[in-house]
T-cell receptor
Framework: SQQGEEDPQALSIQEGENATMNCSYK?????LQWYRQNSGRGLVHLIL?????REKHSGRLRVTLDTSKKSSSLLITASRAADTASYFCATAATGANSKLTFGKGITLSVRP | NAGVMQNPRHLVRRRGQEARLRCSPMKGHSHVYWYRQLPEEGLKFMVYLQKENIIDESGMPKERFSAEFPKEGPSILRIQQVVRGDSAAYFCASSPRGVNTGELFFGEGSRLTVL
């Protein structure tokens, strides 16, 4: 079963607005990562947050992690048309030899 | 430093044929992961390999599917006797030390179509 579940499934906003995407997971994690995928392409890593971190920033991205609620959010500020893509959260479970388990993704459309 | 290279990018097979997908990880990366993606869906884990060893194959069907990562050369995902349900995009990703310490670097995927 999917570890990460994102919501909403689809999000459409105007250029310049902020986009907030949420992710929930089920088991204990070592870290949580967000990825972006443009149509027909591979995934690109955006940001990683460790289980002992609560918030992290990278450029226009802000990610939060609440391990008590087993949830994370990704905020993209001042969105651009080029941010149009699918966004996935992925979790690395605790323990050695872990793998990343992905959610189903959120489709973000940014209207120019 | 070249990224993760996958080939072929597109592969068409008839039912019953074999599909062989190749993945060359980034230089210095000894951890390789294979994922499968169906249209409009997320990535489903298939197998995790380190050089010459299968670490976790819990996501890979027991029959018809196999994976290897030899000491020399690319990682290979092999699907024997393909069926229409095998049609999907197959992504390979690599990492220098595993996901507990960092991110995965993905290839552009191999898109398999089974006629």
């Amino acid at each position: 079963s999917q570890q990460g579940e994102e919501d909403p499934q689809a999000l459409s906003i105007q250029e310049g607005e902020n986009a907030t995407m949420n992710c929930s997971y089920k088991t204990s994690i070592n870290n949580l990562q967000w990825y972006r995928q443009n149509s027909g392409r591979g995934l690109v890593h955006l940001i990683l947050i460790r289980s002992n971190e609560r918030e992290k920033h990278s450029g226009r991205l802000r990610v939060t992690l609440d391990t008590s609620k087993k949830s994370s959010s990704l905020l993209i500020t001042a969105s651009r048309a080029a941010d149009t893509a699918s966004y996935f959260c992925a979790t690395a479970a605790t323990g050695a030899n872990s793998k990343l388990t992905f959610g189903k993704g959120i489709t973000l459309s940014v209207r120019p | 430093n070249a990224g993760v290279m996958q080939n072929p990018r597109h592969l068409v097979r008839r039912r019953g044929q074999e599909a062989r997908l190749r993945c060359s990880p980034m230089k210095g990366h000894s951890h390789v992961y294979w994922y499968r993606q169906l249209p409009e869906e997320g990535l489903k884990f298939m197998v995790y390999l380190q050089k010459e060893n299968i670490i976790d194959e819990s996501g890979m069907p027991k029959e018809r599917f196999s994976a290897e990562f030899p000491k020399e050369g690319p990682s290979i995902l092999r699907i024997q006797q393909v069926v229409r349900g095998d049609s999907a995009a197959y992504f390979c990703a690599s990492s220098p030390r595993g996901v507990n310490t960092g991110e995965l670097f993905f290839g552009e995927g191999s898109r398999l179509t089974v006629l």
